[in-house]
């Protein structure tokens, strides 16, 4: 085996992401390079190559400014992972990461979902055997507008977490996505999740609102991924604690994007500072991340972002490719949200 296709060593404090449902993972591909979880409740992602890997720098660079003054901009923050620089390992300094919020830190039975989204999946540099390539991938998504690319799911009676990999999910058609696939992110056979549905539906139609004013960028082959606790609590009901607590938890987050913004206005911080031997190039690695979930009160902990933004590209008309997807989703979500109990 060649030296190029060892698999690169771990940087002090991580390891490979748990509950990584889609995507290249670490030990894994052609790089062998994978998302990492380090032990401050951050995500390391590694930076592709160019254009790509640039692409999605300056695309979270570009949205955490600390100057940023542009509203659509400073609206989109919610619906992406908080990102708190790029850093290096000393051990493999060709490697670059994007440090980013763990959606799934606080949860002890993660049930996740990762959606590619879009009825086209190739952004406009592709070569045509990449567009076709694309194209015979997954047909349906001409109809849908989106794809599941994997999923997992805890089911509490049986008190296991259960895997869809990519291949269950490609055997999925029109007729068949809204029941056998995201029912059963919602354990639709078992009484359905219709709590976190509601929370669900909820976020992606504030998400549709940023859509439909955005004129910014086009999403290519991006992401949503949706996350809930899976393990069922039995509290008593506290609902105006729960939103007291949400609206602290906002102007905390707000606050923090806004006095602890990772980048400076030349673009670079604090070159030489180092976290267990990974070095900030430029970002704020020293931002807090939350550590616990609030018990006290009976309430699906649900979490819901973009990710994956290396097909993102400038664009000043209506992202409808997106869009048609999204509004997709919501009106499948909302079918499931409808049935009956």
């Given at each position: 085996?060649?030296?190029?296709?060892?698999?690169?060593?771990?940087?002090?404090?991580?390891?490979?992401?748990?509950?990584?449902?889609?995507?290249?993972?670490?030990?894994?591909?052609?790089?062998?390079?994978?998302?990492?979880?380090?032990?401050?409740?951050?995500?390391?992602?590694?930076?592709?190559?160019?254009?790509?890997?640039?692409?999605?720098?300056?695309?979270?660079?570009?949205?955490?400014?600390?100057?940023?003054?542009?509203?659509?901009?400073?609206n989109l923050r919610q619906f992406i992972p908080k990102f708190s620089g790029i850093v290096q390992c000393s051990d493999n300094p060709n490697v670059s990461y994007l440090k980013l919020e763990n959606l799934m830190h606080r949860l002890s039975?993660?049930?996740?979902?990762?959606?590619?989204?879009?009825?086209?999946?190739?952004?406009?540099?592709?070569?045509?055997?990449?567009?076709?390539?694309?194209?015979?991938?997954?047909?349906?998504?001409?109809?849908l507008g989106y794809q599941l690319s994997g999923m997992q799911v805890f089911d509490p009676e049986l008190n296991k977490t259960v895997k869809y990999d990519k291949y269950y999910c490609k055997k999925l058609f029109e007729d068949t996505m809204?029941?056998?696939?995201?029912?059963?992110?919602?354990?639709?056979?078992?009484?359905?999740?219709?709590?976190?549905?509601?929370?669900?539906?909820?976020?992606?139609?504030?998400?549709?609102?940023?859509?439909?004013?955005?004129?910014?960028?086009?999403?290519?082959?991006?992401?949503?991924?949706?996350?809930?606790?899976?393990?069922?609590?039995?509290?008593?009901?506290?609902?105006?604690?729960?939103?007291?607590?949400?609206?602290?938890?906002?102007?905390?987050?707000?606050?923090?994007?806004?006095?602890?913004?990772?980048?400076?206005?030349?673009?670079?911080?604090?070159?030489?500072?180092?976290?267990?031997?990974?070095?900030?190039?430029?970002?704020?690695?020293?931002?807090?991340?939350?550590?616990?979930?609030?018990?006290?009160?009976?309430?699906?902990?649900?979490?819901?972002?973009?990710?994956?933004?290396?097909?993102?590209?400038?664009?000043?008309?209506?992202?409808?490719?997106?869009?048609?997807?999204?509004?997709?989703?919501?009106?499948?979500?909302?079918?499931?949200?409808?049935?009956?109990?």
């Amino acid at each position: 085996m060649s030296a190029s296709l060892a698999i690169p060593p771990l940087p002090p404090g991580t390891k490979p992401l748990a509950n990584q449902v889609a995507g290249h993972k670490y030990g894994e591909g052609k790089t062998k390079l994978g998302c990492l979880q380090h032990e401050d409740g951050t995500v390391l992602k590694p930076v592709q190559g160019p254009p790509r890997g640039q692409r999605e720098m300056d695309f979270y660079t570009t949205a955490f400014h600390e100057n940023c003054s542009n509203k659509t901009l400073l609206n989109l923050r919610q619906f992406i992972p908080k990102f708190s620089g790029i850093v290096q390992c000393s051990d493999n300094p060709n490697v670059s990461y994007l440090k980013l919020e763990n959606l799934m830190h606080r949860l002890s039975k993660p049930s996740v979902l990762d959606i590619k989204m879009g009825q086209r999946t190739y952004d406009p540099e592709a070569p045509p055997e990449k567009i076709a390539l694309e194209v015979a991938k997954f047909p349906p998504v001409l109809k849908l507008g989106y794809q599941l690319s994997g999923m997992q799911v805890f089911d509490p009676e049986l008190n296991k977490t259960v895997k869809y990999d990519k291949y269950y999910c490609k055997k999925l058609f029109e007729d068949t996505m809204v029941t056998q696939g995201l029912g059963k992110f919602f354990l639709i056979d078992k009484g359905m999740r219709k709590d976190v549905l509601k929370v669900v539906v909820d976020k992606l139609k504030e998400l549709e609102s940023w859509f439909l004013e955005q004129r910014i960028y086009a999403f290519y082959a991006s992401s949503i991924l949706i996350v809930y606790e899976g393990e069922v609590r039995h509290k008593p009901d506290c609902t105006t604690a729960v939103k007291a607590d949400q609206t602290r938890s906002e102007k905390n987050r707000e606050n923090t994007l806004r006095s602890n913004s990772p980048l400076k206005e030349n673009g670079t911080e604090d070159t030489n500072r180092s976290i267990d031997s990974l070095h900030i190039v430029n970002g704020d690695v020293g931002a807090k991340f939350p550590s616990k979930v609030n018990d006290d009160c009976e309430h699906p902990l649900v979490e819901i972002r973009m990710i994956d933004f290396t097909h993102v590209f400038p664009s000043q008309e209506e992202d409808s490719n997106y869009l048609f997807g999204l509004q997709n989703l919501i009106k499948h979500f909302q079918f499931l949200l409808d049935m009956p109990s």
